[in-house]
């Protein structure tokens, strides 16, 4: 198989430790050796020395959520989400990647989305229409949320009303390029995308990213792809953190107890924790989980959910295990995919959205 030097030296260097064993929230939800980064690595190692096929191991390869928490507990340093995308690449140019992926790809070469949606809800047409002015500031929704979420994205955009900002939102948003990154990495059809997407932003002064997934490639992953994006990227919660610090949103707290679900795009990758903390104190009461901040354990999507429904739902139930643990009753998400993962789940807990929290 041919990687970067780079690679090699990471998939070489890792000593299949248990280091990062107990961490994965696949591996927890399965129980699977075979679903932790310790066992992805010793599959693309041995790939690497010829001993298996690509093939037999692409399966595990896609078991990886890519949520970095291998990589955040490595004290040696070595990076399985870099060698596990590389090989997501590998296949890619290969030919061998799994018909299931090809599928999810497929759609978004042809639609912008892995689920092949070219239609938006009622509601959500109307409340774009609302705002197809240009302005100077674009809220960038993003596919999760435009086509398996509308009701959050139609809430997302009614959070900026009652603030009072001027905004546009575009029908015919391009996609970030952040599907196509998790399901095959830096291949051309990612970089493509991406400059397309940079391209329609740079049309605007200030872009608010509503998807912390989108957030994160363009924040992030545009930069290590040679991606230049002009315009004033902000992530939503920043950006509505700063209109409650402005007075532009008239917040008043309830005095309900929640926890916050860290996305890890913003926590992890981005640096990005307290402001979504910020407008939780201001309408409810928080407590936190034991795992968060850059110490989250992610909480499912709804990509991996096309193809691992299962683990997915498993994924999320420890997550509201985890909630309950601690006495809490009401978690607070910041990722529509998280949201949209947790609400599946038949639980007692219940699941809020930070729009949800504002606009009810």
């Not at 990471?10 to 927890?28: E, K, L």
């Not at 190692?45 to 399966?59: F, K, P, Q, T, Y």
């Not at 992030?220 to 953190?241: I, M, N, P, R, S």
Request: glycine fraction near 6%.
């Amino acid at each position: 198989m041919i990687m970067s030097e780079k690679c090699k030296q990471h998939v070489d260097s890792c000593r299949f430790c248990w280091m990062c064993h107990h961490i994965c929230p696949i591996g927890n939800a399965t129980g699977h050796e075979r679903s932790t980064a310790r066992a992805r690595a010793l599959g693309i190692s041995l790939v690497n020395r010829g001993a298996i096929e690509l093939e037999e191991i692409m399966d595990n390869v896609y078991e990886c959520c890519t949520c970095g928490a291998c990589v955040h507990d490595c004290t040696t340093g070595w990076d399985p989400v870099m060698f596990t995308k590389e090989t997501r690449l590998q296949a890619a140019l290969e030919g061998k990647l799994p018909e299931y992926i090809k599928t999810l790809v497929d759609n978004c070469l042809k639609t912008g989305n892995a689920y092949g949606k070219t239609e938006l809800c009622a509601d959500l047409s109307a409340a774009i229409d609302a705002h197809k002015e240009k302005t100077d500031t674009l809220l960038y929704l993003g596919t999760d949320a435009r086509y398996m979420a509308c009701a959050q994205a139609v809430k997302a955009i009614k959070v900026l009303e009652n603030a009072g900002v001027q905004f546009s939102v575009l029908r015919g948003e391009l996609p970030s390029g952040a599907q196509l990154d998790f399901l095959i990495g830096a291949a051309n059809e990612t970089k493509e995308q991406m400059s397309a997407c940079a391209k329609m932003l740079d049309e605007y002064k200030t872009v608010v990213v509503y998807d912390p997934n989108d957030s994160k490639a363009i924040k992030q992953l545009y930069k290590e792809y040679g991606v230049e994006v002009k315009a004033d990227v902000l992530t939503y919660t920043a950006f509505v953190a700063s209109l409650i610090k402005d007075g532009k949103l008239k917040a008043k707290n309830t005095g309900k107890n929640v926890v916050f679900q860290d996305p890890y795009q913003l926590s992890r990758d981005l640096g990005e924790t307290e402001p979504a903390r910020e407008i939780i104190r201001a309408y409810a009461d928080l407590s936190e989980m034991l795992l968060n901040r850059e110490e989250t354990v992610w909480a499912g999507n709804i990509l991996m959910a096309q193809y691992l429904p299962d683990v997915i739902a498993l994924v999320a139930e420890r997550r509201i295990f985890n909630t309950k643990s601690i006495g809490a009753k009401a978690i607070v998400t910041a990722c529509v995919s998280e949201y949209t993962a947790l609400k599946s789940v038949n639980s007692d807990i219940e699941i809020i959205s930070v729009e949800d929290l504002i606009v009810g």
